[in-house]
């Protein structure tokens, strides 16, 4: 598997390490806004501990054959990162061995790894309770070679959960590229076509909405109404769930939010809206992230900033389920993101 030139990873770096400058200061380091450590140190917790590891998130590549403006992952075609065949062997055994009950399986576009079918057949076979693809939906119409996925999927049992901004055009296209809400309603009414989001059928098909600018999300059961009523009646398409999630200022979102001077006003928003009832649930708890080489990482968020997990075990040549529950889980300002309104998790709301 092709892997990043020395080049890219120097540049690669100098951009966590600029993101995480630009977080921890000007309004935190001036006091003008509590820090997050400071802000969960008022209700009595001085760190995040793991509970029960419950959920293995692989990102297996960035590639994607999308180039979308709010990707946390900065993913698109010319990246060339991928997960390799030893390193899917190693999170097979994870699954096999530890209380994992969820493998979420995310990118870029996680179909596009060359192992993507041969993985999903041998971790199917271990019998997971819950296995998520997050499938950007339009790469089921990329390519003839992807067109049969809505029938691999129900083949294996996945649970798909995929992004769609919203249920009109302009604002889907507008954060994810023109004539991807076309291709997105098509690739919908194929998962449909196959039993997807169909009554008593078992299989899960849950959407995903992110804000399409510097603001929260709305209440996601109100928003799930609304999906449900416009893409029933203007596209006869069913699913199960919406997810809100909100925007985590990292990567091409924080490059947006500073290009459009809303950074400072963003992070207002997500402080001002800090929920305490929100830090019980997010998902770095239960929740173990794996990166493309095998490095670990509490969160897919943290993955995008570096922030390895704070234990001697930070890679899966190392693991040790019993160490890994003995850490403190890393936090920064980004995790504002999470605990804001009624909270955010891959899962969508936590409150």
Same mark, same amino acid.
């Given at each position: 598997?092709?892997?990043k030139s ?16 630009l ?12 820090? =997050?450590?400071e ?29 979308c403006?709010h ?12 997960m ?12 096999e061995?530890?209380s ?28 997971v ?14 390519n ?5 996925l ?7 049992s ?17 954060q ?5 809400f076309?291709?997105?309603i ?28 510097? =603001? ?13 009523k ?12 919406? =997810? ?38 997010v ?8 990166r ?8 897919? =968020? ?26 403190t ?23």
């Amino acid at each position: 598997m092709p892997t990043k030139s020395l080049k890219a990873q120097k540049s690669i770096l100098a951009s966590t390490q600029k993101q995480l400058n630009l977080l921890s200061g000007g309004i935190f380091a001036s006091g003008e806004l509590p820090t =997050f450590s400071e802000r969960i140190a008022v209700q009595g917790e001085s760190s995040l501990r793991p509970r029960k590891l419950e959920i293995l998130q692989m990102n297996i590549g960035y590639m994607c054959n999308q180039v979308c403006a709010h990707c946390h992952v900065d993913a698109g075609p010319d990246r060339k990162e991928m997960m390799t065949r030893e390193t899917l062997e190693k999170c097979l055994k994870i699954i096999e061995t530890t209380s994992v009950h969820t493998l979420d399986l995310t990118g870029g576009a996680p179909e596009m790894h060359l192992d993507f079918r041969w993985f999903v057949e041998r971790a199917a076979a271990l019998g997971v309770k819950d296995f998520i693809i997050r499938s950007n939906l339009t790469i089921i119409l990329a390519n003839k070679k992807y067109n049969d996925l809505p029938e691999f999927f129900k083949r294996h049992s996945i649970h798909v959960v995929s992004s769609l901004p919203f249920y009109k055009k302009e604002k889907t296209d507008s954060q994810r590229g023109d004539g991807v809400f076309q291709k997105s309603i098509q690739a919908i009414q194929m998962l449909n076509a196959v039993g997807y989001g169909q009554p008593n059928s078992g299989l899960l098909l849950d959407l995903v909405y992110n804000p399409s600018g510097a =603001f929260l999300p709305g209440d996601q059961q109100a928003l799930e109404n609304d999906f449900k009523k416009a893409l029933k009646t203007n596209f006869d398409i069913d699913f199960n769930q919406l =997810f809100t999630i909100t925007n985590m200022p990292i990567s091409r979102f924080l490059d947006y939010l500073v290009a459009s001077e809303n950074y400072e006003e963003y992070m207002y928003a997500l402080v001002e809206a800090y929920n305490p009832e929100a830090l019980n649930n997010v998902m770095c708890v239960n929740t173990l992230s794996v990166r493309w080489d095998g490095y670990l990482y509490d969160c897919d =968020f943290n993955q995008m900033l570096d922030l390895k997990v704070a234990n001697p075990v930070q890679h899966l040549d190392d693991f040790d389920e019993t160490l890994l529950q003995d850490r403190t889980i890393c936090i920064s300002q980004h995790c504002f993101g999470c605990t804001a309104g009624a909270g955010s998790s891959c899962q969508g709301s936590v409150v």
